[in-house]
């Protein structure tokens, strides 16, 4: 804690330096950008100010729908603007004087479209690879060359205040309860596996990512670490156009299709994608010890290798009516199915003695495991949105529907190499259907142009079916339906919510405030036997106040109040055995987690393009959800008995208290070598409060972090390389540690005709082929240590082309393209 409220007084006295030595008046420069033959204004047109005599801008946006815009606490000056969007030319006025406290009203600025077909496209300007906003972080992947090769899941292992760990667990600001949303909305995708769905998003198919902290009341109240919006990639600009992406690799492949039309106020978007990972063998040891009530000493040696393959698609169809130019209508429709498979034969060795060390028992067994995991899943969406004649006054309406029909399947064996015990086994058949429909409305109404209210309601409507069938081998070799393990259940939960929030500047434009209020109550049901899990209300407040230093300066202050509903498969009752010394299940009396976080965030940018973030935040976490793990001599489980058991459940044990930093540099060293470095660190500290959960210490405190370097270096002849290397610590836990570990990227691509295509050759850790992760387990009466080797030894070449002819208009919504310039993504359309 002291070291926080250090960096907390280092932070606000460079801060108050830097407003010194900013002067004192400051100025505003206003304006409207409009079509010079349509003379309809032009939305997202890219706004930029030079101090004179320099060639990068200090400061910058967008124009808004209305083709307004306005720079505000600009110093006074002689500076030169420019107006710039796709299919328009430049507009450049070189000389706009700003004075102390006086707005520069530059009234209504006309841009003249291009004439001339074109055709071939070379943009030069792109948007920045990170962007800082007041309400998120945005990491802009279709400029990152090696993110290109890999899934999902690669990018987020470079997006800033993300880790991910080797196996695809994803945390934010080092929390693992994360609301993942796709172009805005919900998907059922994300239900049945997170990490085999963020390994089916091929790379390419992604145009930016959205880090959203501390989301306003505007967002649903779910998940205490934040918000991850994946865009998807699109195009909103006139005629034919597509792309294909095809990556062929040593440990996966993956490809994506996309084409787009769009004729006056009609737009369709087609996509495909795909991806695999190829068969590889993970080889994994386990040594376990146990000691019982009468000081017997249990040891368990586990050895083997399991061999593993994932794969999966997307497709995507989108349609965009603009009805009138104050209506839009958006439907969408997405089909995805993803799926793993993993078998594999494990060597095992059990031994007890007695206290004194004489050996009365040893085992030798080989247990041979299958699993089999697919999920399908169906998205549909209609979206309406209506802008009036004030500025700023809009109402939308969106309908979200998704459904995933998931199956899983396992066998496993056990036989006995030197006893005369019968070979035992257990197979099981798992399908399950689960239905989620968000229904919300959200209106905007700017009662003066610097006082903005927002309001809305939504309902999230869910229903889940399982059904459980387990076998049990027979003497005989045959199976047999275990009833007491063979059920189906239902699930069900409605959250209702309404919100307020409103915005304004303050103190003459000294702070821009924005703070909000959602209500959120929810109700669930489950025919779990003996289960009743009651409803309960959510009232979660949020603030954000933010300050600019100076043009190129801005500080941000948050505080979010947020909660974690268990799912089903915390909450879920029945037992997984697929391996008999390591069960797990579910525990539905589990309470949801609740959340307070403070965030301080300095960003600042400089003339010569480089870029410094510097965040802070604190968090305290009431009724934490982690994981509990429980020795068990014997443990019966619905009349028959399991010896050696340990059993894996989640539980809210009690509290955790996180402090943390985050510090994103991007540096142009020269005109063609960039360097960027990330570097994140979070102090946890876990304290067990529930007398009934038992650890062998109550209270811990440990240090984490992730580090990360990336260089690129453009060459002469399109050919651009890139670095990049990460390394993730390990953490501790009551119970457990995590692993650590490093892995690194090398890429080089070469663009050629005209850049509409290109080659590159990426490869992944090509020095060693396992990456080895160590972990331990400990509690009352046991200990265990564990060893996976991971082979993550990987060789790929990348190929990708983009088709059509490109007649540029301009559009009401931004260009989604890997080329277009925005500087400000859309809003997510879905909260």
Same mark, same amino acid.
């Given at each position: ?5 250090? !960096? ?111 055709? $071939? ?145 009609? $737009? ?21 010890? @146990? ?14 290798? @399991?061999?593993?393959?994932?794969? $999966? ?59 089999? !995991? ?25 309908? /979200? ?61 869910? /229903? ?24 189906? !259940? ?19 434009? #000294? ?100 870029? +410094?973030?510097?965040? @802070? ?7 934490? +959800? ?26 809210? +044990?009690?509290?955790?208290?996180? +402090?943390?930093?985050?510090? !994103? ?26 007398? /009934?959960? =038992? ?93 996976? =080797?991971?082979?993550?030894?990987? #060789? ?24 277009? /310039? ?7 359309? $879905?909260?």
């Amino acid at each position: 804690m002291r070291c926080f409220f250090v !960096f907390l007084a280092l932070l606000f006295t460079t801060i108050q330096i830097n407003a010194q030595n900013a002067g004192g008046g400051k100025g505003k420069i206003s304006g409207r950008v409009t079509d010079a033959v349509s003379k309809l204004p032009v939305d997202y047109a890219t706004i930029s100010i030079f101090k004179q005599g320099s060639t990068s801008p200090f400061n910058g946006m967008s124009t808004d729908p209305k083709g307004n815009f306005s720079l505000e606490n600009i110093s006074p000056g002689d500076y030169r603007l420019t107006i710039d969007f796709l299919g328009y030319k430049r507009h450049t006025i070189d000389h706009v004087i700003v004075t102390d406290g006086n707005i520069m009203a530059l009234g209504n600025i006309l841009l003249e479209p291009v004439q001339n077909q074109l055709k $071939g496209v070379n943009i030069v300007a792109k948007a920045p690879l990170i962007e800082n906003r007041i309400d998120k972080m945005v990491y802009n992947a279709a400029n990152d060359l090696t993110a290109q090769s890999g899934a999902a899941v690669d990018v987020l292992k470079k997006v800033p205040q993300v880790t991910v760990d080797i196996d695809g667990n994803v945390e934010l600001q080092g929390n693992a309860n994360i609301r993942f949303l796709i172009n805005g909305k919900p998907s059922s995708i994300f239900g049945a596996s997170l990490a085999d769905a963020l390994q089916s998003i091929p790379g390419s198919q992604i145009k930016s990512i959205e880090v959203i902290t501390s989301p306003g009341a505007k967002y649903d109240a779910a998940g205490t670490g934040g918000i991850i919006n994946i865009i998807l990639k699109d195009s909103n600009v006139e005629g034919i156009n597509g792309s294909v992406n095809l990556t062929a690799g040593t440990r996966q492949e993956n490809g994506s299709f996309n084409l787009n039309a769009k004729k006056g106020n009609f $737009g369709v978007n087609a996509s495909f994608s795909g991806n695999t990972m190829l068969r590889s063998t993970v080889l994994s040891s386990n040594n376990r010890t @146990s000691t019982d009530m009468e000081g017997n000493v249990t040891r368990l040696l586990q050895n083997g290798g @399991s061999n593993s393959s994932r794969g $999966g698609y997307r497709s995507g169809l989108n349609l965009n009516w603009s009805i009138t130019p104050k209506d839009e209508l958006t439907a969408s429709f997405g089909f995805n199915h993803f799926g793993n498979r993993n078998n594999g034969l494990t060597d095992q060795q059990e031994t007890r003695t007695d206290m004194t060390g004489n050996l009365f028992s040893d085992i030798l067994s080989q247990r041979n495991s299958d699993s089999k !995991f697919n999920a399908y899943s169906t998205d549909y969406s209609l979206n309406y949105k209506k802008t009036f004649d004030k500025e700023g006054q809009e109402l939308e309406v969106l309908v /979200n529907t998704s459904n995933s029909r998931n199956t899983s399947n396992y066998n496993q064996q056990q036989d006995y190499l030197n006893t005369d015990d019968i070979t035992t086994g257990i197979k099981g058949y798992n399908p399950g259907n689960n239905r989620e429909t968000n229904i919300s409305v959200d209106y905007t109404h700017p009662v003066t142009k610097t006082f903005i209210l927002e309001g809305g309601a939504k309902a999230v409507i869910e /229903n889940l079916k399982n059904v459980t069938n387990t076998d049990t081998l027979l003497a005989d070799g045959t199976f047999i339906n275990n009833a007491d393990q063979t059920y189906a !259940f239902n699930y069900k939960r409605n959250i209702y919510a309404v919100y307020f929030s409103a915005s304004t500047s303050l103190f003459k434009n #000294f702070l821009d405030f924005k703070a909000g209020l959602r209500n959120e109550y929810t109700n669930t049901t489950a025919d779990f036997p003996g289960v009743v899990i009651p409803g309960y209300n959510t009232l979660a407040p949020s603030f954000v106040l933010s300050h600019k230093i100076s043009p190129a300066q801005t500080i941000k202050l948050s505080y979010v109040y947020r909660i974690e509903r268990p799912d089903y498969r915390d909450v879920n009752p029945f037992y997984n055995i697929s391996d008999p010394h390591n069960i797990s299940t579910g525990n539905p009396n589990l309470k949801p987690e609740i959340s307070n976080t403070f965030e301080l965030g300095y960003n600042r940018s400089f003339d010569g393009g480089a870029n +410094i973030y510097v965040g @802070s935040f604190y968090r305290h976490n009431n009724n934490d +959800i982690q994981q509990y793990t429980t020795s068990f001599d014997t443990l019966d489980i619905n009349g028959k008995e399991y010896t050696n058991v340990l059993l894996n459940q989640r539980a809210n +044990i009690g509290t955790q208290t996180s +402090i943390g930093g985050n510090i !994103f540099a991007s540096v142009p060293v020269t005109s063609r070598l960039n360097l960027r470095t990330n570097i994140f660190l979070v102090n946890r500290t876990n304290v067990n409060k529930d007398p /009934n959960l =038992q650890t062998n210490v109550n209270r811990i405190s440990a240090l984490s972090y992730r580090v990360n370097l990336n260089a690129s270096y453009q060459f002469p002849g399109n050919v651009m390389a890139e670095a990049f290397g990460n390394y993730n610590s390990s953490s501790r836990g009551l119970q457990s540690t995590r692993p650590k570990f490093f892995w690194y990227n090398l890429a080089v691509r070469k663009q050629f005709w005209d850049k509409k295509a290109s080659v590159g050759l990426v490869a992944s850790n090509p020095f060693s082929k396992y990456i080895d992760q160590y972990s331990t387990t400990t509690g009352p009466g046991y200990n265990q240590s564990s060893l996976r =080797q991971l082979p993550f030894r990987s #060789f790929g070449i990348t190929l990708s082309y983009k088709f059509g002819k490109l007649e540029f208009s301009k559009d009401k919504e931004k260009e989604g393209r890997e080329d277009a /310039n925005p500087n400000m993504p859309a809003e997510p359309m $879905g909260k």
